[in-house]
């Protein structure tokens, strides 16, 4: 079963300029989940989606962060304008249940650089 | 946001050493997980525990759940090379999960 996919791996980008993460969860799982890593630091939460609804995106910096989940399957988690402290790793996660699970799967990860 | 506080921040032992590390947290929360993560991976779920005082192995790794509900720690023995790594700690609740800063393991074979 192939895992979370995500793409780029790797993005360095000039601050104020956007940038776009695509994530593809795990086929069948309804739950889909984007975290921001900092160095050093554990995942936190941005958004997680139920199907194509976002239930919770209080996390979520409004002013310059989006997400979409169109058909409830893949996802894309966009910055504009980028900012320096947007640099660090952006995790998708997805899980097979409704509701906010524990037990996600984690794809690898996209590290945005912002110069 | 808020997250647990985990420690050590790193650690460098000795292959075939045993390892212990603790998260801690103000809040209580109704399950502990404790996940690995590898350079340039995702998180990998280890362990979870559903219960105060629990203990609970997986091969050579045991975690106890506190009985205060706001603490967790997560042994290792008999470490091997591939155990290096970030170990979180994380707590969850119905509707949240946080994760600690992680506890960076090295092992020197």
């Known amino acids: 079963e192939a895992g979370v996919v995500q793409s780029p791996r790797y993005k360095i980008i000039e601050k104020k300029q956007p940038v776009a993460f695509w994530c593809n969860p795990i086929?069948?799982?309804?739950?889909l989940y984007w975290y921001r890593q900092n160095l050093g630091q554990g995942p936190e939460l941005l958004i997680r989606?139920?199907?194509?609804?976002?239930?919770?995106d209080s996390q979520l910096p409004k002013d310059r962060f989006s997400a979409e989940r169109l058909k409830g399957v893949d996802s894309t988690l966009k910055i504009q304008p980028a900012e320096l402290g947007d640099s660090a790793v952006y995790l998708c996660?997805?899980?097979?249940?409704?509701?906010?699970?524990?037990?996600?799967?984690f794809g690898p990860g996209t590290r945005l650089t912002v110069t | 946001g808020q997250q647990l506080n985990q420690s050590p921040q790193s650690m460098f032992i000795q292959e075939g050493e045993d390892v212990s590390m603790n998260c801690t947290s103000s809040?209580?929360?109704?399950?502990w997980l404790w996940y690995k993560q590898d350079p340039g991976e995702g998180p990998v779920l280890l362990i979870a525990?559903?219960?105060?005082?629990e203990l609970t192995s997986n091969g050579r790794l045991t975690a106890q759940f506190g009985i205060t509900r706001k603490d967790s720690f997560l042994n290792i023995s008999a470490s091997i090379p591939s155990d290096v790594g970030i170990y979180f700690c994380?707590?969850?609740?119905?509707?949240?999960?946080?994760f600690g800063a992680g506890t960076r393991l090295t092992v020197k074979p």
């Open positions: 989606y139920e199907n194509e609804e976002a239930v919770d």
């Open positions: 996660a997805s899980s097979p249940r409704l509701a906010f699970a524990y037990e996600q799967y």
């Open positions: 525990l559903y219960k105060a005082g």
């Open positions: 086929s069948g799982h309804n739950t």
């Open positions: 994380a707590g969850h609740n119905n509707n949240d999960m946080r």
């Open positions: 809040s209580i929360f109704n399950t």
